[in-house]
């Protein structure tokens, strides 16, 4: 099992930055991928960016490329979200993820963390 914890969430205005923390422990070594996710109310989760491992490769939601990186530091087992240039639509219930090695999906999920822009 591994088990996901992220921080750094609360609330800001618009035109601000954040960065989001996400810290694995357990069996860490049973993952390969860790990504961010987002859900608004009453909107379906939405896929944010994804980082591996081992070489750092990354991929992005197109939508949000470019104001929202990711980053890890793989001695914390921790990955990052580093979010610019905050709008009111970016509110939303951040989740990260870790993708199993072994069934290739985001298996293990944190218990979120809100973060909430004013204008």
Not at 79 to 98: G, P, S, W
Request: with cysteine; aromatic share 10%.
């Amino acid at each position: 099992q591994v088990q996901l914890v992220e921080s750094g969430g609360g609330l800001v205005q618009a035109g601000d930055s954040l960065r989001l923390s996400c810290a694995a422990s357990g069996r860490t070594s049973s993952y390969d991928v860790m990504g961010w996710f987002r859900q608004a109310p009453g909107k379906e989760r939405e896929f944010i960016a994804a980082i591996s491992r081992d070489l750092g490769s990354t991929s992005y939601s197109d939508s949000l490329k470019g104001r929202f990186t990711i980053s890890r530091d793989n001695a914390k087992n921790t990955v990052y979200l580093h979010m610019n240039t905050l709008k009111r639509e970016d509110t939303a219930v951040y989740y990260c993820a870790a993708k199993g090695m072994q069934t290739n999906r985001f298996d293990y999920w944190g218990q979120g963390t809100q973060v909430t822009v004013s204008s």
